[in-house]
């Protein structure tokens, strides 16, 4: 199966569903823009998404391969793969938001009244807590991760509470602009990435060391752990310690 260029992925979408969703308006897609977009990208036909197989549906299905694309609450794959790795080969991919361009719209009109740039900027090392839902098959043989790493326009909408409408807004949704890079995830040397650079280190240093949140670092740990890349090694007060694992 061929990648599709994002801009390909893009005009895909926009030709199929009949939209204006790369446009300055708001769109009248039901379906994520990332989603949609990366189901595009990876596989160009659009008679290959949304497949029923084995009592699911797969977001990509073509000849041996599925792929799936899950941005949050990773879990929720658990049953698919089950059934799923049985016969098929299975890429998860998962978008890694790592640039967003913040524009609000008037939800009456769909005219832009502000735009500006986030100050958030996300990572690879922001993936691994969201593996954490599916650490049980990262090392499957017929199982590879893709991370795509994308910048986005994130559109808000100014109906929330306030002076300036932005408080609880809706979010509206993400539209890709750039696709700055793939990273693949299949054997155990690739989840070195993740490994900080420190030698030994609590869940909280792991954080620090990776900028990522506490609640990220633990779940990020866990898996580490889970894969064998890192052991403990003791504990300090309440926090166990983490050492990585020479081979």
């Given at each position: 199966?061929?990648?599709?260029s994002l801009?390909?992925?893009?005009?895909?979408?926009?030709?199929?569903?009949?939209?204006?969703?790369?446009?300055?308006?708001?769109?009248?897609?039901?379906?994520?823009?990332?989603?949609?977009?990366?189901?595009?990208?990876?596989?160009?036909?659009?008679?290959?998404?949304?497949?029923?197989?084995?009592?699911?549906?797969?977001?990509?299905?073509?000849?041996?391969?599925?792929?799936?694309?899950?941005?949050?609450?990773?879990?929720?794959?658990?049953?698919?793969?089950?059934?799923?790795?049985?016969?098929?080969?299975?890429?998860?991919?998962?978008?890694?938001?790592?640039?967003?361009?913040?524009?609000?719209?008037?939800?009456?009109?769909?005219?832009?009244?502000?735009?500006?740039?986030?100050?958030?900027?996300?990572?690879?090392?922001?993936?691994?807590?969201?593996?954490?839902?599916?650490?049980?098959?990262?090392?499957?043989?017929?199982?590879?991760?893709?991370?795509?790493?994308?910048?986005?326009?994130?559109?808000?909408?100014?109906?929330?509470?306030?002076?300036?409408?932005?408080?609880?807004?809706?979010?509206?949704?993400?539209?890709?602009?750039?696709?700055?890079?793939?990273?693949?995830?299949?054997?155990?040397?690739?989840?070195?990435?993740?490994?900080?650079?420190?030698?030994?280190?609590?869940?909280?240093?792991?954080?620090?060391?990776?900028?990522?949140?506490?609640?990220?670092?633990?779940?990020?740990?866990?898996?580490?752990?889970?894969?064998g890349l890192?052991?403990?090694?003791?504990?300090?007060?309440?926090?166990?310690?983490?050492?990585?694992?020479?081979?």
């Amino acid at each position: 199966m061929e990648e599709n260029s994002l801009k390909e992925a893009m005009e895909a979408v926009k030709s199929s569903y009949h939209t204006s969703f790369y446009g300055t308006g708001i769109g009248t897609l039901g379906e994520k823009a990332v989603h949609a977009t990366l189901k595009y990208y990876f596989e160009p036909d659009p008679a290959c998404h949304e497949v029923k197989c084995l009592g699911y549906v797969a977001d990509v299905l073509r000849d041996d391969h599925i792929y799936e694309i899950q941005s949050k609450q990773w879990y929720r794959l658990q049953k698919k793969l089950e059934v799923f790795l049985k016969e098929y080969q299975v890429t998860v991919v998962y978008p890694v938001i790592t640039r967003k361009e913040i524009c609000w719209v008037d939800p009456e009109t769909g005219e832009e009244v502000e735009r500006r740039i986030s100050p958030k900027h996300i990572g690879v090392e922001h993936a691994l807590y969201e593996l954490y839902g599916i650490k049980e098959f990262l090392l499957h043989p017929g199982l590879d991760v893709r991370l795509v790493l994308l910048e986005t326009q994130e559109i808000k909408l100014l109906d929330g509470f306030g002076k300036g409408k932005k408080y609880h807004a809706t979010k509206y949704d993400h539209i890709p602009q750039k696709l700055t890079g793939v990273v693949t995830l299949k054997e155990l040397e690739d989840y070195q990435i993740f490994l900080p650079e420190l030698e030994e280190f609590s869940a909280k240093e792991y954080g620090e060391d990776r900028h990522i949140p506490l609640d990220h670092a633990r779940r990020s740990v866990n898996v580490l752990t889970h894969l064998g890349l890192i052991q403990q090694i003791g504990s300090e007060g309440k926090a166990y310690r983490y050492g990585i694992v020479k081979r």
